[in-house]
Structures are given as structure tokens and as C-alpha cells.
């Protein structure tokens, strides 16, 4: 039966996980992409090149990649509740360590490395996989409205950052962030993040019957490599970092180098996180309603439109634009990930789905790589970020085509 939001299995109320999970998101995610705050206080001070140091968010973005399949693994063999508080300890001291760097080398250790795995650990995978293990109806609404938390953190944590930054460094703002993420996380998953004894059964109304079959046992992900919806999901997720990276990483030097405040470009950067929480649960419905593949297309034109709002400051310079730019982006931002969980959920359910996630997000993973080193690079080559943009929203097209591609099979009458 359907878990309800009311009761829950084992006397533990699947809101409450839901609440922690959305914490959770809304922490990680938020240092995570805070990057883009402190790289141009890490430009203003050591003088490197921006596609040198955009590199620290690519080798991020590359050892989760990495890591998501031992993650995945992590989870179904440990559960998702001890490799989260492994991330989060991780997560929090990395950024503790973070305010310590003095070199390209101690950026791309802290920074790209461990503070990677931490985020990998702790966010994303446990949390779908979770939500996959308790809920069997409403997969979309309840991803949306978990992951509703990663915005949050984008709209709490990047204008805290900088105002930090302003008033007491960077040094500072670091040691503050972490110190904050593991006095918070370190309780909250210990006490709210809990699995159901009996797992929610896969949904299988739709699918073909050699697919309902494999469901009823069970994917494993060498099941799941042979498949064309995996291949499919795996380009989405390779295809929404190209869409979307180059631009979150360098929007705010971007913003500044057209002679916005850095504090104003700020609070954008969080009306942007604001407008993601709203963006993710609402396609989370959406895709429950109309589609997912359909969800996932409005929302990659949200972003193409973003985009296009942000590089219309190169020929009219005005707040109006980085605030269209807020609105469009931030809608679509972050909203594709909910709907590639929901929709492998329904694909490969089974214990070892988090596995099977986890070798999705391998795409994810170098997709991320490639795209903040990219913008960086373009801007270091033509001195300008108008290329890197502009190849970003091509991306939004190819990403909306492999989400039809995955479309489940539907049973023959």
C-alpha cells in the first residue's frame, strides 16, 4: 500500500524523514554551491586564473561522479542513515579546512576532494534512495519536495556567505559554515533519518511485462547498463550539469564584471535558490500529473531562458536582467534531478537501487567536471563568458531529448 504522509511504517511518520532529508539537502546543498561566493573572494586574493581555479568545482564535481557508485553501494549494504552522517562530518570539516588553503593545490584537495565526498555521501543518493524505500505512490511530489530544500540552502547559505565574507573574510565565513554543518547535521540524521522494515513495492502498472517481471526480483545494475533507459537517464544526468554548471559557477563574476555589488549579486544568487525550492516542487507535481519527460522539458526552457536573460546584461546592463535571469533559472534549476531520481526509481526498483543510482550519477559527475573548468577556460581564452553560455543552453535541448528516450515501455493491451 501507499505510505501516507500521516502514518507511517514502524510508528515513524514519513513526514519527519521527509523534513530531515529536506535539511539535510538544504545544508549541503547550500555549501556546495557557495563556490561561486568565495571563488571571487579566492580570485580577488590569490590572483589565479578563473579557469584555473573554477578547476576546484570540475574536480568536485568529477570525484562525486566517482563516487556515487560506491556510495550507492554504501547505502544499500549500510543504509542510508550511517554513510549520511559519514558525509556530514566530512563535509563539515572539509570546510573547516577550507578556510586554511594557500595554494591551487590545497583548493583542489579540500575543496574538490573531500568536501566533494562529504556532499556525495551525505545528500542526494541516501536521500532518493530513502525516499524510493518509503514512498510507493507520489515518488515525484515527495522528491520535489525533499530535494525543495537544496534551493533553500542556495537562498539561506550563498548571501550568508558573503556577508560573512564582507564582514570577516573568507578564512572566516569557511570555519563558520562548517563549524554550522556539523552541529546541525550530526543530530538531525542521527535522530530523523530512518528506513522502513518493509520497503515500498515497485510500481509496475506501467511497464511492460518482461519489465514488471525483473521488477518483482529485483534490478541490479548490471540488469539496469543493458538497458536503453539507463543510457537515456545517464545523459540527462551528463547533460544538466553541461546546461547549468558553467553558468551557476561564474555567474557572479560575471554579474560583478558588468559593475553589480557583489552583495547585490549576492541576494540574486539566493532569489535563485529561493526560486529553485518553488521550481522543484512544483515540476515534482507536475511530473506526477503531466509527465516527467514533459516536466523535464519546461523546466530545461526555464533555463535556456535564464541563460539568455543573464547574457543580455552584456548588451543592456540593467537589475531587470539578472532579475528575469533569477526567476527563469532558478525555476528550472535543480529541478531535473527529483524527476531523474523518480524516474529510475520506477525503472529499477529493488534493494540495490541505490547502486543503480549511484552509476547514474556518474554522468552527472562528468558532466560537472567538465562544465565550471570549461566556462573559466573560455573566459581566460576570449575574455568573455558569451561562448560557454551560449553552448550551455544547447545542452538544455539534447538533456530534454534523453528524457524521452527513458520513457517506461508501456504494457502491450
Keep these: 500500500m501507499p505510505t501516507s504522509l500521516r502514518s507511517g511504517r514502524d510508528g515513524v511518520l514519513p513526514w519527519r524523514v521527509v523534513a530531515a532529508l529536506w535539511v539535510t539537502l538544504a545544508i549541503a546543498s547550500g555549501l556546495y554551491f557557495s563556490f561561486p561566493i568565495f571563488y571571487v573572494a579566492l580570485l580577488a586574493e590569490f590572483g589565479w586564473s578563473r579557469g584555473a581555479t573554477a578547476a576546484a568545482f570540475s574536480i568536485s564535481s568529477v570525484v562525486q561522479g566517482v563516487l556515487s557508485p560506491v556510495v550507492g553501494m554504501l547505502v544499500d549494504r549500510f543504509g542510508p542513515r550511517r554513510v549520511m552522517l559519514g558525509g556530514a562530518c566530512l563535509l563539515g570539516g572539509a570546510c573547516v579546512l577550507s578556510g586554511q588553503i594557500g595554494s591551487l593545490w590545497a583548493l583542489y584537495l579540500v575543496t574538490g576532494v573531500l568536501a566533494a565526498a562529504g556532499v556525495c555521501a551525505v545528500s542526494w543518493i541516501p536521500s532518493g534512495a530513502l525516499i524510493a524505500r518509503w514512498f510507493t505512490e507520489r515518488r515525484g511530489s515527495m522528491m520535489g519536495l525533499a530535494f525543495s530544500g537544496m534551493g533553500v540552502g542556495l537562498l539561506v547559505i550563498g548571501p550568508l556567505a558573503q556577508w560573512l565574507i564582507a564582514g570577516y573574510g ?4 569557511y570555519l563558520v559554515l562548517g563549524l554550522g554543518t556539523l552541529i546541525v547535521l550530526v543530530p538531525l540524521i542521527s535522530l530523523g533519518v530512518r528506513e522502513p522494515t518493509v520497503v515500498a513495492p515497485p510500481v509496475r502498472g506501467d511497464l511492460s511485462a518482461p519489465d514488471a517481471e525483473r521488477a518483482s526480483a529485483g534490478w541490479n545494475v548490471g540488469d539496469a547498463v543493458r538497458t536503453r533507459a539507463f543510457w537515456a537517464l545517464f545523459f540527462a544526468y551528463l547533460c544538466t550539469p553541461l546546461a547549468v554548471f558553467s553558468v551557476v559557477t561564474h555567474q557572479v563574476a560575471f554579474a560583478v564584471d558588468h559593475g553589480f555589488p557583489a552583495l547585490f ?3 540574486i544568487f539566493g532569489l535563485t535558490g529561493l526560486l529553485s525550492t518553488v521550481g522543484r516542487i512544483v515540476f515534482g507535481f507536475v511530473a506526477d500529473w503531466i509527465g516527467r519527460a514533459t516536466s523535464a ?3 530545461y526552457g526555464c533555463t535556456a531562458v535564464g541563460t539568455l536573460c543573464l547574457l543580455s546584461l552584456d548588451v543592456w546592463p540593467q ?3 539578472l532579475y528575469a535571469y533569477a526567476i527563469f533559472f532558478g525555476l528550472g534549476f535543480g529541478a531535473r534531478g527529483p524527476i531523474i531520481t523518480a524516474m529510475a526509481s520506477q525503472l529499477f526498483p ?11 550519477s556518474v554522468g552527472n559527475g562528468i558532466g ?3 562544465a565550471p573548468w570549461f566556462g573559466g577556460v573560455v573566459h581566460d581564452v576570449t575574455g568573455s563568458y558569451r561562448t560557454a553560455f551560449l553552448i550551455a543552453v544547447s545542452f538544455c535541448v539534447v538533456g530534454s531529448a534523453c528524457f524521452w528516450l527513458a520513457r517506461p515501455r508501456r504494457r502491450n493491451a
Excluded: E, K, N, P
Design 170 to 173: 573568507w578564512r572566516v565565513a
Design 265 to 267: 549579486v549576492a541576494g
Design 297 to 299: 522539458t519546461i523546466s
Design 319 to 321: 537589475a531587470a536582467g
Design 350 to 360: 529493488g534493494r540495490r537501487f541505490g547502486a543503480i543510482y549511484g552509476a547514474l
Design 368 to 370: 560537472g567536471g567538465i
